[in-house]
């Protein structure tokens, strides 16, 4: 599980023939997920708890703070599980603007989680979303209910339920949410590797190993597979953990 001094853990990761906005497996993944083939929903990471499982957020640790920026992309996340707070619980932001386009699609998030037993959690996200067009506005108050197992302490097994109170059906399709459900599988091989597994209803699977070289770089490979719009992307990445 991450330190709770890893407010200075520092990621980076190059992805090659990998696009997150054609994909749109979630609203949102981090660096870290998008290195591996899209997976986390059964890993425990600051940037993806809101939006991969929030569930994760009963296993993180003090107050964590993740910020992604790109030329099409803005996030951020803050989440508290640290002994004042009450219940461990964060708040999301999540902008993007589509290239050569005048739309853009917006997400406001707040999860909270708790344990229901030594080896489960429970966690339940809710969302604004807000999708501009030349046209028009849409606007959207939806949730995501997640669940962990953690069985041992290297491996996870994670199933979400993205989307609950259904789709907004006057939303353009490209900026739509999509109801779904999504299972999650995380192993942890003697502190060198890490493997994960991601299937999702909506047609997506993605597989993802990550290699400790040291205590400090991570190398990153993953695979993603979209049936739906037959497409599959590979994604490498290139990792650091700076001093705690």
Avoid at 168 to 175: E, T
Avoid at 228 to 236: A, F, N, P, Y
Wanted: aromatic content about 12%.
């Amino acid at each position: 599980m991450p330190h709770p001094l890893s407010l200075l853990k520092l990621t980076v990761i190059i992805l090659c023939s990998l696009s997150i906005e054609s994909v749109q497996a979630q609203v949102f993944n981090s660096s870290t997920s998008a290195a591996t083939g899209l997976t986390g929903r059964a890993a425990v990471e600051p940037g993806d708890a809101v939006y991969l499982n929030p569930s994760a957020l009963a296993h993180l640790r003090g107050r964590q703070f993740y910020a992604a920026y790109s030329e099409e992309e803005l996030a951020f996340t803050l989440s508290d599980n640290s002994p004042d707070a009450m219940i461990p619980a964060a708040l999301g932001y999540f902008q993007r603007d589509f290239s050569g386009r005048e739309d853009s699609f917006s997400a406001l998030s707040l999860a909270l989680a708790e344990f229901a037993g030594k080896k489960f959690a429970m966690g339940l996200t809710g969302h604004y979303f807000s999708a501009k067009t030349p046209q028009e506005t849409y606007r959207q108050i939806n949730a995501d209910l997640g669940l962990m197992f953690t069985p041992t302490a290297n491996m996870g097994l994670g199933l979400v339920a993205y989307n609950l109170l259904g789709e907004a059906d006057d939303m353009p399709g490209f900026l739509r949410p999509r109801r779904s459900v999504g299972v999650g599988f995380n192993y942890v091989y003697k502190n060198i590797s890490r493997f994960r597994v991601d299937v999702s209803t909506l047609d997506q699977i993605g597989l993802g190993l990550e290699t400790y070289i040291n205590s400090f770089l991570i190398t990153r490979l993953g695979y993603f597979n979209d049936w739906d719009i037959k497409r599959e992307l590979l994604s490498l990445g290139l990792g650091f953990k700076g001093p705690r």
